[in-house]
């Protein structure tokens, strides 16, 4: 158990549906991390948040949103739901945000939700 | 921008077998690089890292040397098991502003059998 927790495991809806995801960081971590896995696509970075604030945002679509509440938990919505947004999302969490040199700032991954969307 | 280009897959070894999963990355400064490893149903997992040029990390039995001037982080274990059948990510962290978040690569599936 790597301390992050992410529910639910498994989705199945419709397209045109709107779904959200939920993350709980590892006890302690401030930083938390979505990312999109995908056949195509790979993993792909989707937005950070760091202690309720958006701090970078990657490949996200506009149909996506996110946010990370007072209790560090964050929530990934995804609406308007098409075929091509099955996959396989993370969550991740770090201690701290941005550059530290001695690279300490290691992601942890949780174990995915799987979206399928029909 | 930042990018990881790892070997292509899947890679098919038998038990003992030496493994070398190959991967280099663009990137400006000085990147701390990481493997990881995602087990079947499973997320990813820290294998190892290095965070400077020649740095070495290890675990597991698995080794990854931070080399700069070819700009590469290959993966190596002497004598691969069943256990080790899993996908493995290389991915980078740019140093200096704006480096939240990992770059990873495509992945790389191993099947590791008897």
């Known amino acids: 158990d790597s301390g992050v927790t992410q529910t639910p495991k498994h989705l199945i809806t419709a397209t045109g549906q709107r779904v959200t995801l939920r993350c709980s960081p590892r006890?302690?971590?401030?930083?938390v991390y979505w990312y999109q896995q995908s056949l195509d696509q790979g993993l792909q970075f989707l937005i950070q948040?760091?202690?309720?604030?958006?701090?970078a945002k990657g490949n996200i679509l506009e149909r996506f949103s996110a946010q990370q509440f007072p209790d560090l938990h964050s929530e990934l919505n995804l609406s308007s739901l098409e075929l091509g947004d099955s996959a396989l999302y993370f969550c991740?969490?770090?201690?701290?945000?941005?550059?530290?040199?001695?690279?300490?700032?290691?992601?942890?991954f949780g174990a995915g939700s799987r979206l399928t969307v029909l | 921008g930042n990018s990881v280009t790892q070997m292509e897959g899947p890679v098919t070894l038998s038990e003992e077998a030496f493994l070398t999963i190959n991967c280099t990355y663009t990137?400006?400064?000085?990147?701390?690089l990481f493997w990881y490893v995602q087990y079947p149903g499973e997320g990813l997992q820290l294998l190892l890292k290095?965070?400077?040029?020649?740095d070495k990390g290890s675990n597991k039995g698995f080794e990854a040397t931070y080399r700069k001037e070819t700009t590469s982080f290959h993966l190596e274990k002497g004598s691969v098991q069943v256990s080790d059948s899993a996908v493995y990510f290389c991915?980078?962290?740019?140093?200096?502003?704006?480096?939240?978040?990992?770059?990873f690569g495509k992945g790389t599936k191993l099947s590791v059998i008897p």
């Open positions: 991740a969490s770090s201690a701290t945000v941005g550059w530290q040199p001695s690279g300490a700032n290691v992601l942890t």
């Open positions: 006890s302690g971590d401030l930083s």
């Open positions: 948040y760091y202690n309720g604030e958006e701090r």
């Open positions: 990137a400006t400064g000085y990147p701390s």
């Open positions: 290095a965070t400077k040029a020649d």
């Open positions: 991915a980078l962290k740019g140093s200096g502003a704006g480096s939240y978040q990992l770059t």
